[in-house]
């Protein structure tokens, strides 16, 4: 299954969900729909009292558990009588399976939803059985994030994990059996980010068999969750990987994390541990640049001063503009018009000192190079923020409107370098 594929099956196991907890009471039984936690439990009290039901297994507090997981007796019995039926009365069977199921250690529980015979039904079952695990219902499973992620299988994976059920290599021998490559990578670093504490060597190579770009992010993901939770262990260690591709990756999320925290501390990591790859490297001070100038500009471009590669000075410079850049001083979001409104306005900034533009002014227009009034409305908000940005010492007008008045007014503001200082 791709991952346009996976994304809209768990879409549709979500509709399918919101549609059955909003049917009317007298809705018809082949409604499709998933069967919540309720619902199962709703569909079980209606069983004879013996626990039995028409078409499904015997409980197993009634035959004590179900055959060993290698079992063909085992197999089939899930696989055709969890599937059977359609619509709403197969996802109410799959429902009581994975209640059943749930008395199983993980690993039995799991090859009977392995014998499923498509996909979907193996899904269902797995969100039916994280919902028994977890004790929340399934709507609640999927508003938590881990299904849109990684899939049913990985977020039951995560599940067991988590709450020490499997280990580190049981929950990725799920992944790659349950989650496409696409989705794989993030989950692989989840997992990972755990087995990194004692064998690092170990969670690198839980990601061989991806390749590319989907390998780069799961080793900058990794590096990320590990540095978090233990920075300098996860240093020293990928200071001494030996494979230049792997220690870039590694470092470079590592960096990551290390420049949300402390920019300068980044910088200095990143002179002490320079990546091997120019591009990555240029990458790398680009991102510090950028968050560093968003707190203390002025000490991002004395340390891009001080750079002598000029790839990574560029990059520095151009990461600084992005984040400080020249204009006035004004930050614009996109209003209920369509028409830009002033955000919130630098301190010492141009605008801050004229006192011209406040905070939930509308632009109507702006001047281009030429000094043409161009409609603020006809031109996308990017091409807009490019016109009131420019070179230090130039002017720019704009016509803009206070909040609740139809009257503009124009104003004319010197573009300066936007200075941000720390807090």
């Not at 979500?14 to 569909?43: F, H, K, Q, V």
């Not at 994390?257 to 990546?275: D, G, K, Q």
Request: charged residues 20%.
């Amino acid at each position: 299954m791709n991952a346009k594929t996976a994304t809209f099956a768990l879409l549709g196991l979500a509709a399918l969900l919101l549609g059955l907890l909003l049917l009317p009471a007298g809705a018809p039984e082949n409604a499709p729909s998933i069967a919540s936690a309720g619902e199962a439990a709703t569909e079980k009290s209606r069983s004879p009292s013996d626990g039995s039901a028409p078409g499904l297994p015997e409980p197993v507090s009634k035959r004590g558990s179900l055959p060993p997981s290698g079992s063909k007796t085992a197999v089939g019995a899930a696989a055709s009588e969890g599937a059977a039926g359609s619509g709403r009365q197969r996802e109410l069977r799959l429902a009581r399976l994975a209640a059943r199921l749930a008395a199983l250690p993980p690993d039995q529980a799991l090859a009977q939803i392995a014998a499923l015979p498509d996909q979907e039904s193996r899904d269902i079952a797995m969100l039916e059985l994280l919902s028994e695990w977890t004790g929340a219902s399934s709507l609640e499973i999927i508003r938590s994030g881990d299904v849109w992620r990684f899939g049913a299988g990985g977020a039951l994976a995560v599940h067991l994990l988590e709450s020490g059920k499997i280990t580190p290599e049981q929950a990725a021998a799920m992944s790659r059996q349950n989650t496409d490559g696409n989705r794989r990578g993030e989950l692989y670093a989840r997992i990972g980010a755990q087995l990194a504490a004692t064998d690092p060597a170990a969670a690198v190579a839980m990601g061989n068999d991806l390749e590319g770009w989907g390998r780069r992010r799961f080793l900058e993901s990794l590096a990320g969750r590990w540095s978090a939770n233990s920075p300098e262990e996860a240093k020293r260690w990928i200071s001494s990987v030996a494979d230049p591709d792997t220690r870039d990756g590694l470092l470079a999320g590592l960096l990551e994390t290390e420049t949300r925290r402390n920019p300068a501390a980044a910088a200095a990591m990143l002179a002490a541990l320079p990546m091997s790859d120019a591009s990555s490297g240029a990458r790398a001070v680009s991102r510090i640049a950028s968050e560093w100038a968003s707190k203390d500009t002025i000490a991002a471009m004395q340390w891009s001063s001080t750079l002598t590669d000029q790839v990574q000075r560029s990059a520095a410079e151009q990461g600084i503009r992005g984040a400080a850049p020249v204009g006035v001083g004004a930050m614009l979001t996109r209003g209920a018009e369509g028409l830009p409104v002033v955000g919130n306005v630098v301190p010492g900034s141009p605008a801050a000192a004229s006192g011209a533009l406040q905070s939930g002014d509308t632009v109507v227009a702006v001047t281009d190079a030429s000094g043409a009034w161009v409609d603020a409305g006809k031109v996308s908000q990017r091409e807009l923020i490019g016109m009131v940005r420019g070179q230090p010492n130039t002017q720019v007008s704009l016509q803009v409107r206070s909040a609740g008045s139809s009257a503009t007014r124009v104003v004319t503001l010197g573009r300066q370098q936007i200075i941000f200082r720390p807090q």
